[in-house]
């Protein structure tokens, strides 16, 4: 046998493959997002902070709970890594997959960025992409993946032996080391898989592979999200660059990405009800 696939098929194997695929959390069972609210509170703000993530570095920033900010690329196509923690609390973080379960492999407006177990919140909301018109290419590709973990220097020692420290996950690492005064290799715990923004990527139609291309974002894209709840984040512009050839190395073109946070007018947010966290008791059975 070739493969572990080479098995001969039962008489009804076509009847088993036949059965209808389930959307595991339809849409729609998700808690309604305030679309309205948050579209009449974007006319209101006004940028208060900007920090520019230098090619083939990370950085970090704060948004407190109520605020927009905004990635936006400058200069050139660049994709960039995300983590988010909750900034009072660094075991509240960011869940890359969960995110994908409740709403789809690639992330866009009206979506939200959920916090891991126990807490399993939205952290953000996304309210504004300037790549919204991409949809899904001819290679079943989309921007802004939740697939990715990140690249890391481990998986790049495993495949090619060498040492590389400019991959996400170490851009990341030494951008909350920074940001909390903490050692490195304690902040890269808490580093996480991303949301690959900007980033075109999806899987081949034959072995399912996960694959990416270059990214179609130019300067002056931006994504926009909504703070649900206080945020520290951190941004790898990843040194794939646009991520259409290779990663993990200091070959192909590389630029900065811009993040900025913006306030809205107070007001319009009166009365709205910011998430808590999870209310399961966490006992377990017990
Ligand atoms: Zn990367």
């Given at each position: 046998?070739?493969?572990?696939f080479d098995?001969?098929?039962?008489a009804?194997?076509e009847e ?5 695929p389930?959307?595991v ?10 679309m ?7 006319q209101?703000m006004?940028?208060i902070?900007?920090i ?7 950085g ?9 900010f ?7 196509a660049?994709?960039?890594d995300?983590n ?6 660094l075991?509240?973080?960011f869940?890359?997959g969960k995110?994908?379960a409740?709403?789809a492999?690639h ?5 939200r ?5 126990p807490y ?8 504004h992409?300037t ?5 899904w ?6 921007v ?5 973990t990140?690249?890391?220097?481990y998986t790049n020692?495993?495949l090619n032996g060498d040492?590389?420290?400019r991959c996400?996950?170490s851009?990341?690492s030494?951008a ?11 902040a ?7 949301l ?10 034959d072995?399912?592979?996960y694959?990416?291309?270059?990214s ?9 999200f909504?703070a649900?709840?206080?945020?520290l984040?951190a941004?790898s ?5 646009d ?7 200091d070959?192909?073109?590389c ?8 306030r ?7 009365g709205?009800a910011f ?5 399961y008791?966490?006992?377990h059975?017990l």
């Amino acid at each position: 046998m070739d493969s572990i696939f080479d098995m001969p098929a039962p008489a009804d194997a076509e009847e088993r493959r036949g059965k209808p695929p389930v959307v595991v959390y339809p849409n729609g069972t998700l808690p309604p997002v305030d679309m309205d609210v948050l579209r009449a509170a974007r006319q209101t703000m006004t940028k208060i902070a900007e920090i520019i993530v230098p090619a083939r570095e990370g950085g970090s920033f704060r948004v407190p709970k109520g605020h927009f900010f905004r990635i936006v690329s400058v200069e050139g196509a660049q994709v960039g890594d995300l983590n988010l923690w909750n900034a009072a609390d660094l075991s509240e973080r960011f869940f890359s997959g969960k995110t994908r379960a409740l709403h789809a492999t690639h992330v866009g407006v009206g979506d939200r960025l959920w916090s891991t177990l126990p807490y399993l919140r939205p952290m953000a909301t996304i309210t504004h992409d300037t790549l919204g018109w991409y949809g899904w290419d001819a290679d079943g590709a989309g921007v802004h993946d939740v697939i990715g973990t990140r690249c890391d220097p481990y998986t790049n020692r495993l495949l090619n032996g060498d040492d590389y420290h400019r991959c996400c996950h170490s851009n990341l690492s030494r951008a909350l080391a920074k940001e909390m005064n903490i050692p490195v290799q304690e902040a890269e715990f808490h580093v996480h898989d991303v949301l690959n923004v900007f980033m075109c990527t999806g899987f081949t139609r034959d072995t399912h592979q996960y694959f990416m291309k270059a990214s179609p974002v130019r300067p002056g894209d931006f994504l926009e999200f909504f703070a649900e709840i206080d945020l520290l984040g951190a941004l790898s512009a990843c040194p794939g660059g646009d991520c259409g050839s290779e990663h993990s190395s200091d070959t192909v073109p590389c630029y900065p990405l811009l993040v900025e946070i913006w306030r809205p007018e107070p007001e319009t947010l009166a009365g709205r009800a910011f998430p808590e966290r999870n209310a399961y008791p966490r006992t377990h059975g017990l």
